[in-house]
């Protein structure tokens, strides 16, 4: 399968920008906007498309999810687990989220308190 052209992502991010300013609130299309954000390397354009879809539906924990995800892969680990207890704040049944964030605050007591970026 062919990867999408520079071209058509940013025809999607038109569509999905357009969609959003009239006023969805399909947290779907946040959710695609900010991919697309992110792999055209706009890390922090994403994380507010996110934030600003969780504003929308703050009981959509696919945004958590990728917002954990893209302030992981900016390095802040911090705001990432803290994301992760929001989540599990609200949706308390998720095991897969429960098990990250007890590994990470475990991670922190035994490595004195801090999170520590592995590179």
Not at 6 to 13: F, I, L, P, T
Request: glycine share 8%.
């Amino acid at each position: 399968m062919r990867e999408p052209s520079a071209e058509s992502r940013a025809s999607a991010a038109d569509y999905l920008q357009r969609a959003l300013q009239a006023g969805s609130t399909d947290p779907n299309d946040f959710e695609q906007l900010a991919a697309i954000q992110a792999e055209g390397g706009k890390i922090q354009d994403a994380i507010a498309t996110v934030r600003q879809g969780i504003e929308v539906n703050p009981y959509s924990p696919r945004l958590y999810g990728l917002l954990a995800s893209l302030y992981a892969s900016l390095g802040s680990y911090d705001s990432a687990l803290k994301t992760m207890q929001k989540d599990l704040q609200l949706f308390p049944g998720d095991d897969y989220i429960r098990s990250v964030v007890q590994k990470i605050e475990t991670e922190q007591v035994l490595g004195g308190g801090h999170l520590k970026d592995p590179r």
